[in-house]
């Protein structure tokens, strides 16, 4: 495993990591790896892009899995929406061409998702964060079945506010990035 070249990491220092079949990221200067993912976070996940992606509104792409560029860091959604000329050879997408990013919380990446990530998107000016549950979790709701989508936009604080609990078998539209309904159910196998 190759040394940051300064005396923290970059996305730059990405670049000279071998792939390994694992996923890395820079949060806050921090090296973060993670095992691959489960299938059922992967199977949202795919149902989600398709959902998304059928179709977005002219100038809007769904990516799966691709970097986002917040100054030294390189956070990696488990998907986003991006507008605007996309550099498709970059390492990753510039924070202010993403309007969505969403987090499928895995148990090995629960802290990542709802307490580090969050504060890293916000800070870049991302206006709109999902979160989606998919295991049992402290706060889950006595007739609550997963997943659940928890919908948050960026308020005047600069801080995401949560618009939507959505569990499954509930149907909610969302209008941000642009109008999308969705049953977190019609997800999930």
Do not use: C
């Amino acid at each position: 495993m190759p040394a940051p070249r300064s005396d923290h990491w970059t996305a730059a220092d990405l670049d000279h990591i071998p792939e390994d079949g694992l996923r890395y990221e820079v949060l806050n200067g921090q090296l973060v790896v993670n095992a691959a993912p489960k299938p059922r976070h992967q199977w949202l996940i795919k149902w989600l892009v398709r959902a998304l992606d059928d179709p977005p509104p002219p100038g809007y792409v769904v990516l799966e899995g691709v970097g986002v560029l917040i100054g030294d860091d390189e956070p990696i959604p488990d998907l986003m929406v991006a507008a605007g000329a996309i550099d498709w050879d970059d390492r990753g997408v510039a924070a202010e061409q993403v309007k969505l990013v969403v987090e499928v919380v895995s148990k090995s990446t629960t802290m990542q998702d709802r307490m580090v990530k969050p504060v890293l998107y916000a800070a870049a000016e991302i206006p709109n964060y999902w979160r989606v549950e998919i295991n049992p979790f402290k706060g889950q709701l006595t007739d609550e079945k997963l997943p659940v989508l928890f919908a948050h936009a960026l308020g005047p604080e600069g801080t995401y506010e949560r618009t939507h609990r959505v569990a499954a078998g509930e149907s909610v539209t969302l209008r941000s990035p642009f109008e999308f309904t969705v049953d977190p159910a019609s997800l999930m196998p």
